[in-house]
C-alpha cells in the first residue's frame, strides 16, 4: 500500500529497488536507503557540487541489480523565442548528467558520471 513517510530534506527522487528495498535522492544530502520502515541511512553523498545545486532541475533514479541510476537535467525553456531550430535550448548552464553506482562493488564507493551521449549509444 501508499503511505506517508519522513524524510531527511526535500525529496527529488525514490525508488524500489529489485530487492524491494526503498532508495531515495535528498536534496544536499544524496542517495539513502529506508531501513527497517523507519530511518534513512546515507549510502553516497549528492554528486552534483553545490553551486549547480541552486538551479531548478528534474531528477530521476533507477536500480536494476544492484546497479543505481542517477539522471539529473536542468529545467527547459518553454517559450518561443528560445527555440533553436525548433529544439529546446537548456535554461540553465549545464547538461544533463547521469551516474552510476554499483552497489555491490565493495572498490567502487561512489557514483561514476558517465558520459550523457554515450550513455544512449547504440553498439
Not at 525508488?15 to 553516497?44: A, M
Request: charged share 25%.
Amino acid at each position: 500500500g501508499i503511505r506517508k513517510i519522513e524524510t531527511p530534506s526535500f525529496c527529488e527522487a525514490i525508488t524500489r529497488t529489485s530487492d524491494d528495498k526503498i532508495y531515495g535522492i535528498f536534496e544536499n544530502i544524496g542517495l539513502c536507503e529506508y531501513e527497517n520502515n523507519s530511518s534513512w541511512k546515507i549510502i553516497q553523498p549528492y554528486p552534483l557540487p553545490t553551486n549547480e545545486l541552486e538551479f531548478k532541475h528534474m531528477t530521476f533514479l533507477q536500480e536494476s541489480n544492484g546497479v543505481f541510476c542517477l539522471a539529473i537535467s536542468p529545467e527547459l525553456i518553454d517559450d518561443d523565442e528560445h527555440l533553436i531550430k525548433g529544439k529546446y535550448k537548456f535554461k540553465y548552464p549545464y547538461l544533463p548528467r547521469i551516474w552510476l553506482y554499483n552497489i555491490k562493488d565493495q572498490n567502487n564507493n561512489l557514483f561514476k558520471e558517465v558520459s550523457f551521449f554515450d550513455a544512449f549509444r547504440i553498439k
